[in-house]
């Protein structure tokens, strides 16, 4: 079983910068292709980003290209989401959440079998 958990969320005041982490032990990320996902308040949850686990292809929704970036750090076994210019449209709960049967990088919610317990994030001044 993939556990995952974030960190890094946290209050930020619009323009500000955070970055999320996505870590698990006991088990390699770097053999999975991992997608970062948000919900907001009254909202769906989306995909806004992944990186693949077979190619490094990554994904970024429109909302959110050349503000976010995705990685993998693979020392210490994690994804981060670093995330610039930070808008209060970007308040959401953050989560990671892991594709162990396929490498395709997807934003689809239905194909991730594993999710961590998501980080808050807010936008605000």
């Known amino acids: 079983q993939v556990q995952l958990v974030e960190s890094g969320g946290g209050l930020v005041q619009p323009g500000g910068s955070l970055t999320l982490s996505c870590t698990s032990s006991?088990?390699?990320?770097?053999?999975?292709?991992i997608g970062w996902f948000r919900q907001a308040p009254g909202k769906e949850r989306e995909g806004i980003a992944c990186v693949s686990s077979r190619d490094g292809s990554r994904y970024l929704k429109d909302s959110v290209k050349g503000r976010f970036m995705i990685s993998r750090d693979q020392a210490k076994n994690t994804v981060l989401l670093q995330m610039n210019s930070l808008k209060p449209d970007d308040t959401a709960v953050y989560y990671c959440a892991a594709d162990t049967q396929g490498w395709r990088c997807l934003a689809t919610m239905r194909v991730y079998d594993y999710w961590g317990q998501g980080t808050q994030v807010t936008v605000s001044s």
């Open positions: 006991g088990v390699n990320l770097e053999i999975y292709t």
